[in-house]
Each structure stands twice: as C-alpha cells, then as structure tokens.
T-cell receptor
Framework: DQQVKQNSPSLSVQEGRISILNCDYT??????FLWYKKYPAEGPTFLIS?????DKNEDGRFTVFLNKSAKHLSLHIVPSQPGDSAVYFC??????????????FGKGTKLSVIP | DTGVSQNPRHKITKRGQNVTFRCDPI?????LYWYRQTLGQGPEFLTY????????KSRLLSDRFSAERPKGSFSTLEIQRTEQGDSAMYLC?????????????FGSGTRLTVV
C-alpha cells in the first residue's frame, strides 16, 4: 500500500508559467514533508521541505503548500524555467525513535518545461 | 568535500554472484542511509546507520543483504546470491544530526543489473 502518492507521472508546462506538482499521503503520523528533484544519472537533490505544523513554506521560485486535513501537499514553481525539467519526488518522514528520519517517497512526476 | 560518493557507478553481474557497493558519506555526517530505487518507483528505505551502529533495517533487506559501516565512516552494502529482482539503483545518503530532518544529501547511486 503506497503511503505517498503522486498521481501524475508527467507534466508539461510552458516556460514562464506556473508548475504545480501534487502529492497525497495516507499516514497521519508523517510529520515532515520534502520535495526532491532528480536529473538522469544523478541522485535526488533536496529542494524544499515543510513541517506538519505549517501550511506554507517559500524559497525563491518554489513554494510548498500543506493541507493536513486533506492529507495533500503541492509544490508550486513560478516562473518555470527549462532547467527545472526533471523528475520531482514527494517524500514524507516520521521520526522512528531510533534517530532515523526514514523517508517514504512517491513514484515521482516528470516535469518538462517547454521553452 | 565533494559530497556523497558511491562506487561503482554501474555493476553488471550474473545471477548467483555476490556484489559489494561502497558509499563514502560527507565527512562530518554521522547518519548514513541506503535506499533502493527500481524503475518507475521512488527510492525505498533499506537501512540506517548512526555512526557505526546499524539502528534500522527495512523488511526489504532480506538475509542476502548485509550492510556495514566500520568506524562510522564509509559504508558497504553486500548482496549475496544475486537475483534478477535485485536489479535496481542503490542510493546512499548521509546527513548530520543537526538539520537531519531538512533533507539528506544523496549520492549518484550504483546501478546494478543482474543478468
């Protein structure tokens, strides 16, 4: 059973427009959410995160929104740039007690920004 | 510091053979994680080390898998009697205690192909 779901395998957006990537989760124990960006042949790179006690976190062109009641989060990229083309993974963490911030990932959404 | 280093980048092996991968984390990071990513999926947690102690193991880590982190520095992941289902990208990540929840640093991974 997938605890973190990214239902859109791919998304195409024109350069300069907004990209919105969505993520749903089922485990109410998750207390921290992260977005990672991955280019081919590279490992995932941390992009932005949000604690479960917040509903919005902004970093430059990237904003993450969290709706706890709906168990939904989204990543907004404004304006989108061709260099943003990559696979974006949503991940969630619950502190295990053993000191491990084990991450549960979604399957990813491939974003293509068209010049 | 050049980030998290993983070797080899690619490994092709015959079914039934043993393979070993190495991960060199960022030097000041005391936490080290192994994840596995199969085609079309997000990374899945395998195991976690804090310094030299292996504190968590996923049920995905069958008896054929073993991981070590002697002296709390580099780590190795060994797969014995490889099976075709072991074909995947094996990702290593590290983080420090402070800021551990803000996202780890991943390596570029070792891609294993079992033929």
């Amino acid at each position: 059973d997938q605890q973190v779901k990214q239902n859109s395998p791919s998304l195409s957006v024109q350069e300069g427009r907004i990209s919105i990537l969505n993520c749903d989760y089922t485990n109410s124990m998750f207390d921290y959410f992260l977005w990672y960006k991955k280019y081919p042949a590279e490992g995932p790179t941390f992009l932005i995160s949000i604690s479960s006690i917040k509903d919005k976190n902004e970093d430059g062109r990237f904003t993450v929104f969290l709706n706890k009641s709906a168990k939904h989060l989204s990543l907004h990229i404004v304006p989108s740039q061709p260099g943003d083309s990559a696979v974006y993974f949503c991940a969630a963490s619950d502190y295990s007690g053993a000191g491990s911030y084990q991450l549960t990932f979604g399957k990813g959404t491939k974003l293509s920004v068209i010049p | 510091d050049t980030g998290v280093s993983q070797n080899p980048r690619h490994k092709i092996t015959k079914r039934g053979q043993n393979v070993t991968f190495r991960c060199d984390p960022i030097s000041e990071h005391n936490r080290l994680y192994w994840y596995r990513q199969t085609l079309g999926q997000g990374p899945e947690f395998l195991t976690y080390f804090q310094n030299e102690a292996q504190l968590e193991k996923s049920r995905l880590l069958s008896d054929r898998f073993s991981a070590e982190r002697p002296k709390g520095s580099f780590s190795t992941l060994e797969i014995q009697r490889t099976e075709q289902g072991d074909s995947a990208m094996y990702l290593c990540a590290s983080s420090s205690t402070i800021g551990a929840i803000y996202g780890y640093t991943f390596g570029s991974g070792t891609r294993l192909t079992v033929v």
